[in-house]
């Protein structure tokens, strides 16, 4: 296939192509789950207005089509007005270039909205045409920034592999880390904490305990979550996100619209006292993983957080064979309860050359520095040191 054999196209959402073909790249046969990626999570997004270009969220979706051959790759895209609902931080760049008089703002995001998992974002099926069809789209949403006077294109959340590739065609790459859970196939969570030294082992189980005093735990999954139940977790992520970032992202109809469209795929875990829930945490499942996203309550109590998002996460992931638990974004106080550190990248292309060659320097003293953080954090892991 050569490059006339193709052509490019771009939409303003989703629901300008069907679900079936956007699911055919995004999650083809032969590839592990991503939830994040299928059409039923990203236009529900912007059915629900999140998306949506009043938020600063303007869908510029790549399509690659071939004649004959309908859609053969995409590329989920959106023209950003702000840095908001990222979670790889840029506001510093974007200060740096306003004040000598630039304009960085729109910028180009190559990502899932509101969602820092790691996932593929130039979704192609796999076979003899996957690297040339990646190019395409890679190419193609530079072009639309260039051609546009935009300041930037930014991919973020994205492997190694894909980090490497897009690093050999001219962009940057930023690191950062995250910390996940690993199952190395534990029957029990006994299993998992006999791996802990015997102080960390200990710490656990009584931080397991003071956070079950007087509280059952409910996990519910598919079709046995109700109205009822998005009802009172929506009251939990409202109080969470009010506190953090003073605007929560998602709305309450978008969690039913997801519970309509993808309940198979979500796992609610309860903490209830007396059968009525008082907080929750809202998870994904993708693959091999269990994905941590929101979480919240109405009744703080001691070490209740780390039993409704970590711990019974870990619960859930062993009794169902999951390979990790990701537990979202930042948060050191995760290696204690068996998270270790992985590390993230993200891609960027600047259009200035002064700023670019300005965090083209500072993103490798980062690249140091996240390494050097990780190191010491692998060897302070509360597992047993052989």
């Known amino acids: 296939m050569d490059e006339t054999s193709f052509q ?5 959402g989703l629901s300008s192509v069907s679900a079936e073909d956007w699911n055919a790249v995004a999650n083809p046969a032969g590839l592990p789950d991503d939830p994040f990626l299928s059409w039923e999570f990203l236009e529900a997004l ?9 938020r600063g969220w303007a ?98 959340f994205i492997s190694e592999a894909e980090a490497f590739s897009m690093e050999n065609a001219g962009l940057m790459i930023r690191t950062d880390q995250q910390f996940h859970w690993i199952n190395h196939g534990y029957e029990t969570f006994d299993d998992f904490l006999a791996e802990l030294s015997s102080a960390k082992r200990k710490n656990l189980r009584k931080e397991r305990r003071k956070a079950q005093e007087g509280l059952a735990f409910r996990h519910i999954t598919g079709d046995d979550i109700t109205e009822a139940d998005w009802d009172a977790f929506f009251e939990f992520y409202m109080d969470t996100g009010s506190r ?49 996203r929101y ?61 670019a060659l300005a965090i083209d320097d500072y993103l490798e003293r980062e690249r140091a520095a996240v390494e050097r953080e990780s190191t010491f954090l692998r060897d302070r892991t509360p597992f047993k040191k052989e």
């Open 8 to 12: 490019i196209r771009l939409i303003h």
């Open 244 to 292: 953090k970032w003073g605007s929560p992202y998602l709305n309450r109809e978008t969690f039913s619209l997801l519970g309509e469209r993808m309940a198979d795929k979500l796992l609610l875990v309860f903490a209830e006292d007396n059968g009525t829930p008082i907080a929750g945490a809202l998870n994904v499942i993708g693959g091999d993983r269990l994905l941590g």
């Open 59 to 156: 869908p510029h979706h790549i399509l690659l089509e071939a004649p004959g051959r309908g859609l053969i790759g995409a590329m989920p895209l959106y023209l950003k007005g702000h840095s908001q609902g990222e979670f790889v931080f840029d506001h510093s760049w974007a200060d740096a270039y306003e004040r000598a008089g630039g304009r960085y703002y729109p910028k180009l995001l190559s990502a899932v909205p509101f969602t820092p998992v790691t996932g593929r974002r130039r979704l192609v099926r796999p076979g003899p045409d996957e690297t040339r069809i990646a190019n395409a789209l890679l190419a193609g949403a530079v072009q639309i920034a260039e051609s546009n006077d935009l300041s930037s294109l930014h991919v973020n």
């Open 46 to 54: 912007e059915a629900t207005g999140c998306a949506v270009p009043e």
């Open 295 to 355: 979480w919240g309550t109405i009744d703080p109590r001691p070490m209740l957080h780390f039993e409704t998002c970590y711990y019974q996460a870990i619960d859930f992931a062993i009794a169902h064979g999951l390979g990790t638990v990701e537990a979202g974004a930042q948060g050191g106080h995760k290696l204690a309860r068996g998270y270790v550190p992985v590390t993230t990248y993200s891609a960027h292309w600047i259009a200035h050359e002064g700023l």
